[in-house]
C-alpha cells in the first residue's frame, strides 16, 4: 500500500543539525510534491516548506530560510529535510506528507508517521 | 501571511450530536485551496476535505465541508466516540501554507 516512512526519532545539541528522511512505498515519489511540517509538543501544526521530487525544486517557510534544505533522490524512492543551526524550540514531531491534486483541490492524503526530534544540551 | 483562525478551541458534544467547526481567514480565499485534516493523540493528521468540500477517500458522509471567501465550516452530524480529535483547516492559496490552531472536539 500507499505509506511514507520516517527515520527514527533524534536527539541533538543546540547548534548542530538534523538530517530526517521519508521513504515512499507503493508509489513513485517523482509524481507527486512532498511537503514538510512540525508540531512542537501540545502545539498545533507548522508548514516548513515543500519539494518537488521530479525536478528538485523547493518552496521554504520564510521563517526557515537559510536553516532548512529539502533535497531527494529519487534511486531509491526517498527525501530528506535538513535543519541546521537548531534551537531548544526545534524539538518537534516531523512529518512528511504527499500533495495529490485531486482536481477540484489538492491535500495531503499520505502522511509519514512523524520523527520526534528533540534539541538538548 | 494569511492567518487562519479557528473556533472554538475546544468542543464538548455527546454522541448523536452535530458539531460545527469554524475557521476564518486574514484574506479571501478561493475554495479550491482550503483542506480539513483529523488528529488523533499520538497519530499524524488524516485528509478530511480538500476543496472546502470534498470528501477524501474513506471518510463518511457524516462529514461535510463549506464557506467562501473568509469563512470556512467542517460540520460534522451524528457524532461517534471516535470523532474525538484535533480538527486543523488548511490554506494553500498563498505561500507560505498555514494552519489554523486547531479545534478540539471531545465526545462526552
Known amino acids: 500500500q500507499v505509506q511514507l516512512v520516517q527515520s527514527g526519532a533524534e536527539v541533538k545539541k543546540p547548534e548542530a543539525s538534523v538530517k530526517v528522511s521519508c521513504e515512499a512505498s507503493?508509489?513513485?515519489?517523482?509524481?507527486?510534491?512532498l511537503h514538510w511540517m512540525r508540531q512542537a509538543p501540545g502545539q498545533g501544526l507548522e508548514w516548513m516548506g515543500w519539494?518537488?521530487?521530479?525536478?528538485?525544486?523547493?518552496?521554504?517557510a520564510q521563517r526557515f530560510q537559510g536553516r532548512v534544505t529539502m533535497t531527494r533522490d529519487t534511486s531509491i524512492n526517498t527525501a530528506y529535510v535538513e535543519l541546521s543551526s537548531l534551537k531548544f524550540d526545534d524539538t518537534a514531531v516531523y512529518y512528511c506528507?504527499?500533495?495529490?491534486?485531486f482536481g477540484p483541490g489538492k491535500g495531503m492524503d499520505v502522511w509519514g508517521q512523524g520523527t520526534t526530534v528533540t534539541v538538548s544540551s | 501571511e494569511i492567518v487562519l483562525t479557528q473556533s472554538p478551541g475546544t468542543l464538548s458534544l455527546s454522541p448523536e450530536e452535530r458539531a460545527t467547526l469554524s475557521c476564518r481567514a486574514s484574506?479571501?480565499?478561493?475554495?479550491?485551496?482550503v483542506a480539513w485534516y483529523q488528529q488523533k493523540p499520538g497519530q499524524a493528521p488524516r485528509l478530511l476535505m480538500y476543496?472546502?468540500?470534498s470528501r477524501a477517500t474513506g471518510i463518511p458522509d457524516r462529514f461535510s465541508g463549506s464557506g467562501s471567501g473568509t469563512d470556512f465550516t467542517l460540520t460534522i452530524s451524528r457524532l461517534e466516540p471516535e470523532d474525538s480529535a484535533v480538527y486543523y483547516c488548511h490554506q494553500y492559496a498563498s505561500a507560505p501554507n498555514t494552519f489554523g490552531l486547531g479545534t478540539r472536539l471531545e465526545i462526552k
Open positions: 484574506q479571501s480565499l478561493s475554495t479550491t485551496y
Open positions: 476543496g472546502t468540500s
Open positions: 506528507a504527499r500533495e495529490v491534486n
Open positions: 507503493g508509489y513513485t515519489l517523482s509524481d507527486h510534491y
Open positions: 519539494i518537488n521530487p521530479d525536478s528538485g525544486g523547493t518552496n521554504y
